[in-house]
């Protein structure tokens, strides 16, 4: 995941607020990463909104990563900036697909617009074995077997998000992607379509 910052303009002229920029793959590098960036930036001058997203990436860096933006405070849009955000303040349609939605949940506010979308199904790794005809080595998914799922059930209760959409993510087959709709969204306590 790489970070950058952008002015939200608009009518407020020189007193508009800088967000953070959040795109790519959550990979285990990322919640220091992104607390590297804050720290070179001063953290005062950073307006503490994160504009996040992310095709997904690795579960438990994304939980980290969740924690490390409630630390801070930061509130979380689902969105991407457009060449004109810093005179408009207009945003682009984001997507939070797969382990995101873990980073998302530490947003203390997460916006999701209603052009935005976030998606979730069964989470997975990969493992490589030694090929017992001693070709290429093989690699196959390795599901969970119930620990992980577990501590997402209590990572998300902590974050005050339904452990439902835990549950559902882990009955959504991982060939698949389901997109929640606006009123799982809101059921399950993710975010608001408003800031």
């Known amino acids: 995941m790489t970070f950058s910052a952008a002015t939200l303009g608009g009518r407020c002229g020189s ?35 994160v504009l996040l997203d992310s095709p997904g990436g690795k579960v438990v ?30 945003l682009l349609a984001g997507r939070c697909y797969s382990a995101c939605v873990y980073a998302l949940m530490g947003g203390r506010k997460r916006v999701i617009p209603p052009q935005s979308r976030v ?16 070709g290429e080595p093989l690699r196959k998914r390795n599901y969970d077997d119930g620990n992980m799922r577990a501590k997402l059930m ?15 993510a882990e009955r959504t ?18 975010g608001s379509g408003k800031f």
């Not at 493992?127 to 017992?132: L, R």
């Not at 209590?154 to 559902?168: C, E, F, H, P, T």
Request: one cysteine or more; charged letters at 20%; glycine letters at 8%.
């Open 15 to 49: 007193q508009c607020p800088q967000v953070v920029v959040a795109q790519g793959e959550i990979v285990e590098s990322t919640p220091n990463a992104f607390l590297e960036f804050l720290q070179s930036y001063g953290g005062s001058q950073l307006h503490s909104v």
């Open 61 to 90: 860096a994304s939980m980290e990563l969740g924690r490390v933006l409630r630390r801070v405070g930061a509130a979380v849009i689902v969105a991407r900036p457009t060449e004109q955000t810093s005179q408009t303040g207009e």
């Open 154 to 168: 209590r990572y998300s209760q902590k974050m005050g998000v339904s452990d439902n959409l835990i549950a559902n």
């Open 119 to 134: 998606g979730v199904h069964r989470m997975y790794n990969y493992v490589t074995a030694p090929d017992p005809a001693g």
């Open 173 to 190: 087959s991982p060939e698949r992607l389901h997109v929640l709709s606006a009123s799982e969204i809101s059921r399950w306590r993710l």
